[in-house]
Every structure is written in C-alpha cells, then in structure tokens.
C-alpha cells in the first residue's frame, strides 16, 4: 500500500507532536499540526487566539444551551441574526473537517490530531498512529516544556480527558479504540527511534 497521509493521535506529553514533526522531515511531507490553527483562523478572518482556545475541546453543556438560548430568544423577539454564521466551536469543528479533508486531497501530509483518525477512516490510503508513553515519562518531558508551578499530573489528566471528550462528543468514538488505528506504539525509548518505526512501519521496511 502506498499511503498518501498519516495522522498522529496522542497522549500528552507522549512527544507526539515533535515525532510527527520527524516522519514529515523524513517522508518530506508537510505537518498539518499548530498550522491548522493559523489556516482556521485565516480562513475565518478571527484571531489564532480564539480558535486555538477551541482546539480539540468541547464546549461545556451550559455554554452551549446559552449560546442556544440567546440565538432563540433573538428570533422569538424579531432581531433577525447576521447572515454570516459567527465564529464558534461548531464553526471551528466544520472548517477543521474542511482543511483536513482537503489535506487528504493534496496528499504527502501528516496531520496531528484534532479527529483526524475520524474524519479520514474510511480512506484505505490513510495510515493512523496513535503514541502513548508510560505515565512517568511524560511526567519527565513535560517538566522541561512546562513553566514552572504547573501541576504536570494534573494537566495530563486534563488534557487526555479533553482529547478523548473532544472524540466521543464531535465523531462518536473512543480516544483509545484500537480499531481507529494501524499502530499504537510507545516513545519511552527515544523518539527518533519511534518516528524511524513509523516510517518502517507505513513503508513496509519493517
């Protein structure tokens, strides 16, 4: 199989990002990761800001009903809304689907994230990685990345569990499904070795 694109879920802290970042400079593919955010907020003519404030979260349910709330209530009273849809997680979420899909169409892409291993399943010439670590390792690189005073468990916590919200709620899978994915691997060990492993893995060099 020729792969034309390889998406990257991952644990935080797991080194996903820069490993995805070393397939890309290895196959010479481009990286679809916080440069989706800039080509989000681009297209939608909003600041980075606002959209990274969206990225692979979910909005709580009573921002949600509000926000509902308020665009009813103007209709019932007459104020007919803009004709141009404002700027919200639904929005962000649509457009995310739109520049990952069109990813797909140029090829010669990895994409990190953000449902990606969703939006692309039914592609047979996708190839789906998800990285994980053991819990300690993590602990360990997120203290250099991190300032400090961050309760680095706790923001794993928080983010994992974000991530896997994000996955059930917009596309209604599980973060760590095993069927979503052609390989589940572990960086413990080093991660260029894991992104060599990756290459291997989706060049059948194995």
Known sequence: MNYRVLTVSREFGSGGGRIARIVAEKLGWKLLDGELIDAIAATAHVD???VSSYDEHVESW??????QAMRASALAGGV???AEKPFDPDVAAELQRQIIEQAYTDGNCVIVGRGSQ??????CDVYHVFIYAPFKERVKRLRTRL???VKIEQRIHTVDGERALYLRQRFGREWNDLHLYDLMI??????ERTARVI???MTGNC
């Open 48 to 50: 980075p800001r606002v």
């Open 62 to 67: 009573l921002r949600r009903m509000n926000r």
């Open 80 to 82: 007919i809304p803009e």
């Open 118 to 123: 969703c939006i692309l399943q039914k592609q």
């Open 147 to 149: 300032e400090p005073g």
């Open 186 to 191: 572990s960086s413990s060990e080093d991660e």
């Open 199 to 201: 290459v291997n893995a």
